[in-house]
């Protein structure tokens, strides 16, 4: 399962290193917390779409109360595999780190990858047919001095031009990479959703019109293959859409995309459609549960790195999971189902020290732990695969 993690500290130097979370919760938000946790779906929707006058209202009172106060809550993205736990503290503002305008683009960052993944996994499966999913790849001809004159403003061009035709033609909304390849020139990926079936000819002919191509390049210069399952099309964001290039010719490409004001490498087409397929659910939670649900993610991540085997970078993940206590401004982002993720915080939510007790007297029936082991088990400072 693929997990990222972000999180928000202002001032870390002045935070004391045996704190923990004791900010309360507003009067009001303790009040909401309690009209929706007895509900049968804990989360609410915010999808202000669907929300009348009225609703639309409420919700903006609420998200003013919200931000004013210290908070805590969970989200999750309906249909999706987004999740996140976050926590805030007026009482430490964010101090803001970089920002206003962007430079040049050097090619495709950690974060960039991450956003791309989220909005992927943000997307509603059970609003879209698995079966209307499309990966769509387009490369220019072999001139490969002319096209590596090609300016960044001539790509994008290129980019709207194709995009509006596949719009306008098959209708739908897609997820678009620009990677530059080797010979310094570049090419385009797309996840194209809500369409079944994308003529190769005709899209083969629309894009050597827009491009200029040679008649090599008419038979040659665009993929297009169906998806098989929403498995496999999280594997080719993961690996094809948000590749980070690590090779020693990068630097040649990066400073070729520096050169040529590359700008974004990565973006959504007809968003006003991806918006009506995404539609995330929040609960605000108490101290007590939000500090249960952060032990008890920790623990499912280092269950999964001990079943996996995969102990690469421990020490870094285990000192960057105890710092999660410490921190006042608090964002944690991962994949999960939404199952399993409502399971997590009911869980957390409704959790009783008198069934926990239970449950580890019976892990310690199966296996034998130490005393040291069971106190960690108890607190939540560390899991053990059985």
Not at 154 to 163: F, G, P, S, V, W
Not at 206 to 216: A, V
């Amino acid at each position: 399962m693929s997990v990222t993690e972000k999180s928000n500290d202002t001032d870390a130097s002045n935070a004391s290193v045996g704190s923990s979370i004791a900010h309360k919760c507003s009067s009001k938000l303790e009040h909401n917390q309690k009209e929706h946790s007895t509900d049968v779906s804990i989360y609410e929707s915010i999808n202000a779409k669907s929300l009348n006058a009225e609703q639309r209202k409420a919700l903006a009172i609420r998200s003013a109360i919200t931000h004013q106060a210290n908070y805590r809550k969970a989200t999750i993205a309906s249909g999706g595999t987004y999740a996140s736990i976050e926590r805030k503290n007026s009482d430490r503002p964010l101090a803001q780190i970089g920002g206003g305008i962007r430079g040049n683009t050097y090619g495709m960052s950690y974060a960039s990858r991450k956003r791309l993944l989220n909005a992927m996994a943000k997307l509603d499966r059970c609003s879209i047919d698995q079966k209307e999913v499309l990966f769509v790849t387009l490369t220019y001809d072999e001139k490969t001095s002319i096209n590596k004159l090609i300016r960044g403003r001539e790509y994008k061009r290129h980019l709207k031009n194709i995009t509006q035709a596949i719009t306008r033609e098959y209708g739908g909304f897609g997820v678009w990479r620009f990677e530059m390849q080797k010979r310094l020139v570049g090419h385009l990926h797309f996840v194209w959703y809500k369409v079944a079936y994308i003529c190769h000819e005709w899209l083969a002919r629309r894009w050597n019109e827009i491009t200029g191509g040679s008649e090599k390049h008419l038979q040659a210069g665009v993929q297009v293959e169906a998806s098989r399952s929403w498995k496999g099309t999280a594997i080719y964001g993961s690996k094809t859409m948000a590749y980070v290039a690590k090779d020693e010719s990068t630097y040649e490409q990066r400073d070729h995309m520096k050169d040529i004001h590359i700008g974004r490498v990565w973006g959504i087409c007809n968003r006003q459609e991806y918006e009506n397929h995404v539609e995330l659910r929040e609960v605000e939670v108490t101290e007590k549960a939000h500090t249960q649900l952060l032990r008890e993610y920790r623990k499912l991540q280092k269950s999964w790195r001990c079943r996996k085997g995969d102990y690469k970078g421990w020490k870094q993940m285990k000192r960057w999971m105890g710092s999660w206590m410490k921190l006042d401004n608090l964002k944690i982002e991962f994949y999960m189902e939404n199952d399993a993720f409502d399971k997590l915080v009911s869980y957390s939510v409704n959790v009783d020290k008198r069934s926990k007790q239970k449950g580890f007297d019976r892990l310690k029936d199966r296996v034998r732990f130490s005393r040291l082991d069971m106190w960690r088990m108890r607190h939540g400072y560390g899991t053990f695969a059985v």
